[in-house]
DNA sequence: TGTTGACATAATAATAGTTACCATGTACTT
DNA sequence: AAGTACATGGTAACTATTATTATGTCAACA
Protein backbone atom coordinates (compact mmCIF):
# COMPACT_ATOMS: atom_id res chain seq x y z
CA UNK A 1 0.00 0.00 0.00
CA UNK A 2 2.86 2.23 -0.11
CA UNK A 3 2.93 5.11 -2.52
CA UNK A 4 4.80 5.57 -5.44
CA UNK A 5 6.12 9.13 -6.30
CA UNK A 6 6.66 10.18 -9.38
CA UNK A 7 9.78 12.35 -9.26
CA UNK A 8 8.59 14.87 -12.36
CA UNK A 9 10.47 17.99 -13.44
CA UNK A 10 7.72 20.26 -12.32
CA UNK A 11 8.06 18.72 -8.18
CA UNK A 12 12.26 18.64 -9.01
CA UNK A 13 11.55 22.53 -9.13
CA UNK A 14 9.21 22.94 -6.96
CA UNK A 15 11.53 21.58 -4.20
CA UNK A 16 14.93 22.57 -5.44
CA UNK A 17 12.84 26.43 -5.25
CA UNK A 18 11.17 25.96 -2.05
CA UNK A 19 14.83 24.71 -0.89
CA UNK A 20 16.62 28.18 -2.49
CA UNK A 21 14.00 30.38 0.18
CA UNK A 22 14.63 30.88 3.46
CA UNK A 23 11.17 32.31 3.75
CA UNK A 24 8.96 30.04 4.34
CA UNK A 25 7.04 31.21 1.26
CA UNK A 26 3.10 31.20 0.30
CA UNK A 27 1.83 28.50 -2.55
CA UNK A 28 1.46 31.41 -5.10
CA UNK A 29 4.96 33.28 -3.83
CA UNK A 30 6.35 29.89 -4.85
CA UNK A 31 4.02 29.87 -8.08
CA UNK A 32 5.97 33.07 -9.19
CA UNK A 33 9.48 31.91 -8.65
CA UNK A 34 9.08 28.16 -10.20
CA UNK A 35 7.09 30.00 -12.70
CA UNK A 36 10.59 31.85 -13.93
CA UNK A 37 11.93 28.10 -14.64
CA UNK A 38 8.94 26.45 -16.06
CA UNK A 39 7.14 29.08 -17.55
CA UNK A 40 3.61 27.05 -18.44
CA UNK A 41 3.15 25.47 -14.84
CA UNK A 42 -0.44 25.57 -13.63
CA UNK A 43 -0.99 27.24 -10.40
CA UNK A 44 -2.94 24.34 -9.51
CA UNK A 45 0.38 21.73 -9.78
CA UNK A 46 2.12 24.09 -7.56
CA UNK A 47 -0.92 23.05 -5.45
CA UNK A 48 -0.86 19.75 -5.51
CA UNK A 49 2.43 19.02 -5.36
CA UNK A 50 3.05 21.11 -2.35
CA UNK A 51 0.43 19.02 -0.42
CA UNK A 52 1.25 15.50 -2.01
CA UNK A 53 5.10 16.49 -1.67
CA UNK A 54 4.47 17.36 2.41
CA UNK A 55 2.36 14.12 2.78
CA UNK A 56 5.34 12.45 1.28
CA UNK A 57 7.51 13.93 4.15
CA UNK A 58 9.75 15.71 1.87
CA UNK A 59 8.67 18.99 2.93
CA UNK A 60 6.97 20.98 5.76
CA UNK A 61 3.42 22.56 5.97
CA UNK A 62 3.04 25.05 8.19
CA UNK A 63 0.25 25.69 10.25
CA UNK A 64 1.37 29.86 11.33
CA UNK A 65 -0.76 33.03 11.67
CA UNK A 66 -2.36 34.71 8.35
CA UNK A 67 -4.56 33.46 5.69
CA UNK A 68 -2.19 32.01 3.81
CA UNK A 69 -0.39 28.48 4.30
CA UNK A 70 3.44 28.08 4.12
CA UNK A 71 5.91 25.71 3.43
CA UNK A 72 9.20 25.25 4.57
CA UNK A 73 12.19 23.11 3.09
CA UNK A 74 13.61 22.67 6.74
CA UNK A 75 12.47 19.84 8.36
CA UNK A 76 14.21 19.93 11.52
CA UNK A 77 12.31 20.19 14.88
CA UNK A 78 12.13 24.27 14.97
CA UNK A 79 9.60 27.37 15.60
CA UNK A 80 8.58 30.46 14.16
CA UNK A 81 8.02 34.21 14.61
CA UNK A 82 5.44 36.30 12.85
CA UNK A 83 5.51 39.58 11.74
CA UNK A 84 1.75 41.10 12.17
CA UNK A 85 2.07 43.53 9.87
CA UNK A 86 3.58 42.32 6.75
CA UNK A 87 2.87 38.26 7.53
CA UNK A 88 6.23 37.21 7.31
CA UNK A 89 7.75 34.27 8.94
CA UNK A 90 11.29 33.99 10.34
CA UNK A 91 12.37 30.59 12.02
CA UNK A 92 13.52 30.75 15.83
CA UNK A 93 15.51 28.58 17.82
CA UNK A 94 14.22 28.00 21.49
CA UNK A 95 17.72 26.04 22.29
CA UNK A 96 17.49 24.78 25.65
CA UNK A 97 13.78 25.74 26.56
CA UNK A 98 12.95 22.42 23.59
CA UNK A 99 10.08 20.72 23.87
CA UNK A 100 7.16 21.70 26.18
CA UNK A 101 5.34 18.80 27.80
CA UNK A 102 1.80 18.99 28.80
CA UNK A 103 0.64 17.58 32.11
CA UNK A 104 -1.27 14.75 31.55
CA UNK A 105 -4.01 16.06 33.90
CA UNK A 106 -3.77 19.01 31.92
CA UNK A 107 -4.39 17.00 28.45
CA UNK A 108 -8.45 17.07 28.54
CA UNK A 109 -8.01 13.70 27.22
CA UNK A 110 -6.47 14.80 24.10
CA UNK A 111 -3.58 12.14 22.66
CA UNK A 112 -1.34 14.66 22.57
CA UNK A 113 0.95 14.44 18.81
CA UNK A 114 2.70 17.91 19.74
CA UNK A 115 3.03 21.62 20.04
CA UNK A 116 3.77 24.70 18.30
CA UNK A 117 5.07 27.41 19.82
CA UNK A 118 4.79 30.97 17.91
CA UNK A 119 6.04 34.50 19.07
CA UNK A 120 4.58 37.41 16.97
CA UNK A 121 5.52 41.34 16.50
CA UNK A 122 6.89 43.83 14.06
CA UNK A 123 10.02 42.61 11.85
CA UNK A 124 13.06 44.65 11.73
CA UNK A 125 11.37 46.42 8.18
CA UNK A 126 8.36 47.40 9.73
CA UNK A 127 9.30 48.14 12.98
CA UNK A 128 10.76 51.29 10.79
CA UNK A 129 7.73 51.71 8.52
CA UNK A 130 5.97 51.97 11.81
CA UNK A 131 8.25 54.85 13.76
CA UNK A 132 7.80 56.94 10.48
CA UNK A 133 4.19 56.64 10.61
CA UNK A 134 3.76 57.63 14.21
CA UNK A 135 2.39 61.11 14.28
CA UNK A 136 -1.10 61.27 14.01
CA UNK A 137 -3.47 58.63 12.70
CA UNK A 138 -2.23 55.07 11.03
CA UNK A 139 -3.71 54.52 7.77
CA UNK A 140 -1.44 51.48 7.21
CA UNK A 141 -3.55 50.19 4.38
CA UNK A 142 -4.13 47.01 4.72
CA UNK A 143 -6.96 44.76 3.20
CA UNK A 144 -8.18 44.80 -0.06
CA UNK A 145 -9.56 48.36 0.83
CA UNK A 146 -7.67 51.17 0.84
CA UNK A 147 -7.56 52.76 -2.50
CA UNK A 148 -10.02 51.62 -4.65
CA UNK A 149 -13.24 54.18 -5.61
CA UNK A 150 -16.65 52.72 -6.71
CA UNK A 151 -18.41 54.52 -8.97
CA UNK A 152 -20.67 56.51 -6.46
CA UNK A 153 -18.05 57.24 -4.32
CA UNK A 154 -15.84 58.51 -7.55
CA UNK A 155 -18.97 61.03 -7.92
CA UNK A 156 -18.86 62.21 -4.82
CA UNK A 157 -15.37 62.89 -4.78
CA UNK A 158 -15.71 64.63 -8.05
CA UNK A 159 -18.17 66.79 -6.99
CA UNK A 160 -16.78 67.62 -3.79
CA UNK A 161 -13.50 68.26 -6.11
CA UNK A 162 -15.29 71.55 -8.03
CA UNK A 163 -16.30 73.18 -4.85
CA UNK A 164 -14.08 75.58 -3.38
CA UNK A 165 -15.02 76.03 -0.03
CA UNK A 166 -16.45 73.07 2.16
CA UNK A 167 -19.84 72.26 2.04
CA UNK A 168 -22.87 70.28 3.01
CA UNK A 169 -23.94 67.21 2.05
CA UNK A 170 -27.02 68.17 0.18
CA UNK A 171 -24.76 70.61 -1.92
CA UNK A 172 -23.43 67.16 -3.05
CA UNK A 173 -26.69 65.65 -3.46
CA UNK A 174 -27.67 69.02 -5.36
CA UNK A 175 -24.72 68.69 -7.84
CA UNK A 176 -24.75 64.76 -8.53
CA UNK A 177 -27.48 62.48 -9.61
CA UNK A 178 -27.55 61.27 -5.91
CA UNK A 179 -29.96 61.54 -3.09
CA UNK A 180 -28.85 63.28 0.68
CA UNK A 181 -28.80 59.67 2.22
CA UNK A 182 -26.82 58.41 -0.35
CA UNK A 183 -24.67 61.29 -0.63
CA UNK A 184 -23.75 61.05 3.52
CA UNK A 185 -23.29 57.06 3.16
CA UNK A 186 -20.47 57.69 0.84
CA UNK A 187 -18.79 60.44 2.69
CA UNK A 188 -18.49 58.42 5.35
CA UNK A 189 -16.86 55.54 3.42
CA UNK A 190 -14.62 58.42 1.69
CA UNK A 191 -13.46 59.59 5.21
CA UNK A 192 -12.58 55.84 6.17
CA UNK A 193 -10.36 56.03 3.18
CA UNK A 194 -8.81 59.32 4.23
CA UNK A 195 -10.12 61.35 1.07
CA UNK A 196 -12.39 63.13 2.68
CA UNK A 197 -12.20 65.76 5.85
CA UNK A 198 -14.43 67.24 7.75
CA UNK A 199 -13.29 70.66 8.78
CA UNK A 200 -16.20 71.62 10.68
CA UNK A 201 -19.80 69.57 11.60
CA UNK A 202 -21.94 68.86 8.31
CA UNK A 203 -19.66 70.75 5.88
CA UNK A 204 -16.84 68.54 4.13
CA UNK A 205 -13.71 68.87 2.20
CA UNK A 206 -11.93 66.79 -0.29
CA UNK A 207 -8.21 66.04 0.82
CA UNK A 208 -5.44 66.31 -1.22
CA UNK A 209 -5.08 62.35 -0.94
CA UNK A 210 -8.99 62.78 -2.51
CA UNK A 211 -7.42 64.78 -5.14
CA UNK A 212 -5.01 61.81 -5.72
CA UNK A 213 -6.87 59.23 -5.93
CA UNK A 214 -9.19 60.88 -8.59
CA UNK A 215 -6.80 61.28 -10.63
CA UNK B 1 -10.90 60.19 19.37
CA UNK B 2 -12.11 57.58 21.52
CA UNK B 3 -14.78 55.51 20.08
CA UNK B 4 -18.11 54.99 21.23
CA UNK B 5 -19.46 51.56 20.90
CA UNK B 6 -23.36 51.12 20.62
CA UNK B 7 -24.76 47.83 22.28
CA UNK B 8 -27.58 46.95 19.81
CA UNK B 9 -29.46 44.00 20.81
CA UNK B 10 -27.42 42.13 18.13
CA UNK B 11 -24.27 42.74 19.77
CA UNK B 12 -25.82 41.79 22.96
CA UNK B 13 -27.38 38.46 21.84
CA UNK B 14 -23.59 37.66 20.05
CA UNK B 15 -21.31 38.34 23.25
CA UNK B 16 -23.82 36.66 25.62
CA UNK B 17 -23.98 33.92 22.63
CA UNK B 18 -20.20 33.61 22.71
CA UNK B 19 -20.22 33.45 26.59
CA UNK B 20 -22.51 30.54 26.62
CA UNK B 21 -20.11 29.02 24.12
CA UNK B 22 -16.94 26.91 25.69
CA UNK B 23 -16.13 25.90 22.72
CA UNK B 24 -14.28 28.78 20.54
CA UNK B 25 -16.62 29.09 17.72
CA UNK B 26 -16.08 30.36 14.48
CA UNK B 27 -18.34 32.99 12.76
CA UNK B 28 -20.41 30.48 11.81
CA UNK B 29 -20.91 28.52 14.05
CA UNK B 30 -21.92 31.56 16.30
CA UNK B 31 -24.44 32.88 13.22
CA UNK B 32 -26.11 29.36 14.21
CA UNK B 33 -26.83 30.05 17.30
CA UNK B 34 -27.51 33.83 17.13
CA UNK B 35 -29.90 33.04 14.19
CA UNK B 36 -32.05 31.23 16.88
CA UNK B 37 -32.88 34.02 18.76
CA UNK B 38 -32.49 36.33 16.05
CA UNK B 39 -33.92 35.03 12.98
CA UNK B 40 -33.33 37.76 10.73
CA UNK B 41 -29.52 38.48 11.22
CA UNK B 42 -27.09 38.75 8.95
CA UNK B 43 -24.36 36.52 8.63
CA UNK B 44 -22.05 39.85 7.52
CA UNK B 45 -23.25 41.40 10.93
CA UNK B 46 -22.03 38.45 13.18
CA UNK B 47 -18.67 39.11 11.31
CA UNK B 48 -18.50 42.68 11.38
CA UNK B 49 -19.62 42.48 15.45
CA UNK B 50 -16.88 39.97 15.80
CA UNK B 51 -14.62 41.57 14.17
CA UNK B 52 -15.36 45.71 16.20
CA UNK B 53 -15.74 43.77 19.69
CA UNK B 54 -12.47 42.46 19.29
CA UNK B 55 -11.18 45.36 18.35
CA UNK B 56 -13.08 46.97 21.45
CA UNK B 57 -11.33 43.94 23.65
CA UNK B 58 -14.52 42.62 24.73
CA UNK B 59 -13.83 39.30 23.19
CA UNK B 60 -10.45 37.85 21.92
CA UNK B 61 -10.09 36.98 18.37
CA UNK B 62 -7.75 33.61 18.06
CA UNK B 63 -5.21 32.59 15.38
CA UNK B 64 -5.47 28.98 15.92
CA UNK B 65 -4.79 25.83 13.71
CA UNK B 66 -7.60 25.46 10.96
CA UNK B 67 -9.05 27.91 8.05
CA UNK B 68 -11.49 29.57 9.98
CA UNK B 69 -10.73 32.13 12.42
CA UNK B 70 -12.14 31.49 16.22
CA UNK B 71 -13.41 34.05 18.84
CA UNK B 72 -13.20 33.31 22.79
CA UNK B 73 -15.20 35.27 25.26
CA UNK B 74 -12.50 34.38 27.98
CA UNK B 75 -9.72 37.23 28.28
CA UNK B 76 -7.47 35.51 30.61
CA UNK B 77 -4.56 34.40 29.48
CA UNK B 78 -4.31 30.52 28.56
CA UNK B 79 -3.91 28.57 25.59
CA UNK B 80 -5.19 26.21 23.42
CA UNK B 81 -5.20 22.39 22.40
CA UNK B 82 -6.57 21.89 19.00
CA UNK B 83 -8.10 18.29 17.66
CA UNK B 84 -6.08 18.08 14.41
CA UNK B 85 -9.29 16.15 12.47
CA UNK B 86 -12.64 17.46 13.79
CA UNK B 87 -10.47 20.84 14.46
CA UNK B 88 -12.44 21.63 18.09
CA UNK B 89 -10.63 23.83 19.84
CA UNK B 90 -10.23 23.40 23.83
CA UNK B 91 -8.23 25.82 26.50
CA UNK B 92 -5.39 24.74 28.34
CA UNK B 93 -3.57 25.93 31.20
CA UNK B 94 0.08 25.66 31.70
CA UNK B 95 0.79 26.72 35.08
CA UNK B 96 3.87 27.25 36.40
CA UNK B 97 5.43 27.37 32.63
CA UNK B 98 3.58 30.34 32.04
CA UNK B 99 5.27 33.04 29.23
CA UNK B 100 7.76 32.12 27.53
CA UNK B 101 10.30 34.96 26.36
CA UNK B 102 12.44 34.53 23.89
CA UNK B 103 15.88 35.98 24.70
CA UNK B 104 16.77 38.96 22.85
CA UNK B 105 20.13 37.48 20.58
CA UNK B 106 16.81 34.97 19.01
CA UNK B 107 14.71 37.47 18.19
CA UNK B 108 16.01 38.32 14.81
CA UNK B 109 15.79 42.38 15.24
CA UNK B 110 11.47 41.86 15.88
CA UNK B 111 9.81 43.57 18.55
CA UNK B 112 7.85 40.80 20.09
CA UNK B 113 4.51 41.51 21.63
CA UNK B 114 3.73 37.93 22.59
CA UNK B 115 3.48 33.94 21.88
CA UNK B 116 1.01 31.68 21.06
CA UNK B 117 1.28 27.68 22.49
CA UNK B 118 -0.79 25.22 20.91
CA UNK B 119 -1.17 21.49 21.61
CA UNK B 120 -2.10 19.28 19.06
CA UNK B 121 -3.62 15.63 18.56
CA UNK B 122 -6.77 13.65 18.75
CA UNK B 123 -9.66 14.97 21.15
CA UNK B 124 -11.47 12.42 22.92
CA UNK B 125 -14.02 11.90 20.44
CA UNK B 126 -11.74 11.13 17.76
CA UNK B 127 -9.70 8.85 19.17
CA UNK B 128 -12.45 6.47 19.67
CA UNK B 129 -13.38 7.07 16.11
CA UNK B 130 -9.57 6.63 15.14
CA UNK B 131 -9.38 3.29 17.24
CA UNK B 132 -12.79 1.65 15.45
CA UNK B 133 -11.96 2.62 11.60
CA UNK B 134 -8.22 1.62 12.39
CA UNK B 135 -8.22 -1.67 10.04
CA UNK B 136 -7.05 -1.41 6.61
CA UNK B 137 -7.18 2.35 4.74
CA UNK B 138 -8.98 5.65 6.96
CA UNK B 139 -11.19 7.50 4.69
CA UNK B 140 -11.99 10.10 7.15
CA UNK B 141 -13.56 11.88 4.76
CA UNK B 142 -12.09 15.33 4.99
CA UNK B 143 -12.38 18.59 3.06
CA UNK B 144 -15.16 19.13 0.95
CA UNK B 145 -15.14 16.03 -1.60
CA UNK B 146 -15.54 12.62 -0.26
CA UNK B 147 -19.60 12.43 -1.05
CA UNK B 148 -20.70 14.49 -3.92
CA UNK B 149 -20.59 13.09 -7.35
CA UNK B 150 -20.53 14.64 -10.75
CA UNK B 151 -22.89 14.05 -13.89
CA UNK B 152 -20.03 12.40 -15.38
CA UNK B 153 -19.42 10.05 -12.40
CA UNK B 154 -23.21 9.53 -11.09
CA UNK B 155 -23.04 7.94 -15.07
CA UNK B 156 -20.36 5.96 -14.82
CA UNK B 157 -21.38 4.75 -11.21
CA UNK B 158 -24.71 3.95 -12.79
CA UNK B 159 -23.56 2.19 -15.42
CA UNK B 160 -21.37 0.21 -12.90
CA UNK B 161 -24.27 -0.62 -10.52
CA UNK B 162 -26.20 -2.45 -13.74
CA UNK B 163 -23.10 -5.05 -14.33
CA UNK B 164 -23.67 -8.32 -12.58
CA UNK B 165 -19.76 -8.72 -12.37
CA UNK B 166 -16.10 -6.77 -12.33
CA UNK B 167 -16.29 -5.41 -15.88
CA UNK B 168 -13.28 -3.37 -17.77
CA UNK B 169 -13.67 0.55 -18.63
CA UNK B 170 -14.17 -1.03 -22.43
CA UNK B 171 -17.32 -2.18 -21.09
CA UNK B 172 -18.33 0.88 -19.23
CA UNK B 173 -17.67 3.13 -22.05
CA UNK B 174 -19.52 1.01 -24.32
CA UNK B 175 -22.53 1.64 -22.02
CA UNK B 176 -22.68 5.40 -21.41
CA UNK B 177 -21.79 8.04 -23.93
CA UNK B 178 -18.22 8.44 -22.47
CA UNK B 179 -15.11 7.30 -24.02
CA UNK B 180 -12.52 4.88 -22.91
CA UNK B 181 -10.40 7.97 -21.60
CA UNK B 182 -12.95 9.76 -19.70
CA UNK B 183 -13.99 6.74 -18.02
CA UNK B 184 -10.52 5.83 -16.88
CA UNK B 185 -10.23 9.37 -15.28
CA UNK B 186 -13.52 8.93 -13.41
CA UNK B 187 -13.19 5.06 -12.09
CA UNK B 188 -9.99 7.27 -10.56
CA UNK B 189 -12.04 9.79 -8.93
CA UNK B 190 -14.58 7.23 -7.55
CA UNK B 191 -11.85 4.95 -6.17
CA UNK B 192 -10.78 7.38 -4.31
CA UNK B 193 -14.11 8.25 -2.74
CA UNK B 194 -14.28 4.52 -1.96
CA UNK B 195 -17.43 4.41 -4.72
CA UNK B 196 -15.14 1.61 -6.51
CA UNK B 197 -13.09 -1.15 -6.10
CA UNK B 198 -11.20 -3.15 -7.88
CA UNK B 199 -11.09 -7.24 -6.90
CA UNK B 200 -8.48 -7.57 -10.35
CA UNK B 201 -6.22 -5.27 -12.38
CA UNK B 202 -8.15 -4.00 -15.00
CA UNK B 203 -11.57 -5.04 -13.60
CA UNK B 204 -14.38 -2.88 -11.45
CA UNK B 205 -17.16 -2.95 -9.22
CA UNK B 206 -19.06 -0.88 -6.96
CA UNK B 207 -19.03 -0.85 -3.38
CA UNK B 208 -21.89 -0.76 -1.26
CA UNK B 209 -20.71 2.99 -0.21
CA UNK B 210 -21.28 3.34 -4.00
CA UNK B 211 -24.91 2.28 -4.07
CA UNK B 212 -25.44 4.24 -1.39
CA UNK B 213 -24.02 6.87 -3.00
CA UNK B 214 -26.35 6.55 -6.11
CA UNK B 215 -29.85 6.67 -3.90
C1' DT C 1 -38.57 69.30 18.49
C1' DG C 2 -37.58 68.23 14.04
C1' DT C 3 -33.29 67.65 11.18
C1' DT C 4 -28.96 66.04 10.35
C1' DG C 5 -25.43 63.07 10.34
C1' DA C 6 -23.02 59.09 12.87
C1' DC C 7 -23.41 54.58 13.39
C1' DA C 8 -25.87 49.80 12.40
C1' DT C 9 -28.09 46.54 9.82
C1' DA C 10 -29.65 43.06 6.10
C1' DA C 11 -28.84 41.54 1.79
C1' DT C 12 -25.78 40.69 -1.51
C1' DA C 13 -21.69 41.24 -4.56
C1' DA C 14 -16.91 40.81 -4.62
C1' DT C 15 -12.60 39.01 -3.17
C1' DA C 16 -8.65 35.78 -1.75
C1' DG C 17 -7.04 31.44 -1.26
C1' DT C 18 -7.62 26.84 -2.27
C1' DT C 19 -9.43 22.65 -4.22
C1' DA C 20 -12.14 19.93 -7.69
C1' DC C 21 -12.95 18.67 -12.33
C1' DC C 22 -11.60 16.91 -16.59
C1' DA C 23 -9.31 16.49 -21.12
C1' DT C 24 -4.98 15.38 -22.29
C1' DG C 25 -0.21 13.85 -21.74
C1' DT C 26 3.45 10.67 -19.97
C1' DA C 27 5.35 6.60 -17.95
C1' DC C 28 4.87 1.89 -15.72
C1' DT C 29 3.36 -3.13 -16.04
C1' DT C 30 2.54 -7.25 -17.92
C1' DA D 1 2.06 -3.03 -27.53
C1' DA D 2 -1.88 -2.29 -24.84
C1' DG D 3 -3.89 -0.63 -21.19
C1' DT D 4 -3.85 1.43 -16.87
C1' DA D 5 -2.06 4.64 -13.31
C1' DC D 6 -0.45 8.79 -12.40
C1' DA D 7 0.54 13.86 -13.62
C1' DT D 8 -0.44 18.19 -15.75
C1' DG D 9 -2.68 22.69 -17.34
C1' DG D 10 -6.62 25.26 -17.54
C1' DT D 11 -10.50 26.53 -15.45
C1' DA D 12 -14.72 26.20 -12.70
C1' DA D 13 -16.28 25.87 -8.20
C1' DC D 14 -15.88 26.23 -3.46
C1' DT D 15 -15.06 28.27 1.45
C1' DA D 16 -14.29 31.94 4.37
C1' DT D 17 -14.27 36.64 4.68
C1' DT D 18 -14.85 41.53 3.49
C1' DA D 19 -16.92 45.44 0.84
C1' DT D 20 -20.89 47.83 -0.96
C1' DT D 21 -25.14 49.97 -0.51
C1' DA D 22 -29.97 51.00 0.54
C1' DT D 23 -32.19 51.48 4.52
C1' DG D 24 -33.00 51.87 9.58
C1' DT D 25 -32.15 53.86 14.28
C1' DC D 26 -30.53 56.92 17.61
C1' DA D 27 -28.31 61.07 19.75
C1' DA D 28 -27.26 65.82 19.53
C1' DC D 29 -27.62 70.23 17.90
C1' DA D 30 -30.14 74.29 15.86
Redesign the interface.
Known amino acids: ?DKQLRMTHQREVILSELGKCHTHPTADELYERVKKKLPRISLATVYRNLEILSEAGLIRKL?V?G?QKRFDWDLRQHDH?Y??RCHRV??????G?KQ?S??AH???????????????????GC?KIQQKTRKGEEKMGCKTCGTGLSDKQREVLEALAKCKDACGSKDIAAATSLEPKQVSCQITALKKKGYVASPARCKYEITSEGKAALS
Open positions: MESRICVDNIDLEKLLPESRGYKVSGCRIEFFGLCPR
